[in-house]
């Protein structure tokens, strides 16, 4: 690994409050990420048309599209370079409703309030050389 290895995030809420506590703990956590913040699926789209990102970490509730859609929007542009790992967040389903939503798509589920620490246990499994758990 040399000193450019770096792991670009792009994190798509419409509250501040989130973007801005992943922002701060991922960077806690290793040197070697790089953090994004959009507040709606167009701030998103755009940041994505300018800079590739390996990550996803998006909002199911936005305003204008929803999550699910900006993901599908940037799954079917040929022109954007699709991230590695893609992840759902949503605070607005019981644990059963997780469960069956977590079953039927393709991208990783995140429950809020987020488990920080899980998160990153995952984003590790895929990209080891970031380093370890905080």
Request: charged letters at 30%; one cysteine or more; proline letters at 5%.
């Given at each position: 690994?040399?000193?450019?290895?770096?792991?670009?995030?792009?994190?798509?809420?419409?509250?501040?409050e989130i973007?801005?506590?992943?922002?701060?703990y991922f960077s806690?956590c290793?040197k070697?990420?790089?953090?994004y913040t959009a507040?709606?699926?167009?701030?998103?789209?755009?940041?994505?048309?300018?800079?590739p990102?390996?990550?996803l970490?998006?909002d199911?509730?936005l305003?204008?599209k929803?999550?699910?859609?900006f993901i599908?929007?940037?799954?079917s542009?040929?022109?954007?370079?699709?991230?590695d790992?893609?992840f759902l967040?949503?605070?607005r389903?019981d644990?059963d409703?997780?469960?069956?939503?977590?079953?039927?798509?393709?991208h990783?589920?995140?429950?809020?309030?987020?488990?920080?620490?899980a998160?990153?246990?995952t984003?590790l499994?895929m990209?080891?050389k970031?380093g370890?758990?905080?």
């Amino acid at each position: 690994m040399n000193d450019f290895y770096k792991i670009k995030i792009l994190v798509v809420d419409d509250e501040p409050e989130i973007t801005s506590m992943l922002k701060k703990y991922f960077s806690l956590c290793s040197k070697k990420v790089v953090v994004y913040t959009a507040a709606d699926s167009k701030q998103g789209f755009l940041k994505l048309q300018n800079d590739p990102v390996d990550i996803l970490i998006c909002d199911l509730v936005l305003p204008g599209k929803s999550g699910l859609e900006f993901i599908n929007m940037i799954y079917s542009d040929r022109f954007i370079k699709k991230p590695d790992q893609t992840f759902l967040m949503t605070g607005r389903l019981d644990a059963d409703g997780f469960e069956s939503t977590s079953k039927r798509i393709k991208h990783k589920l995140i429950q809020k309030p987020i488990d920080l620490d899980a998160l990153w246990a995952t984003i590790l499994k895929m990209y080891p050389k970031l380093g370890k758990m905080p």
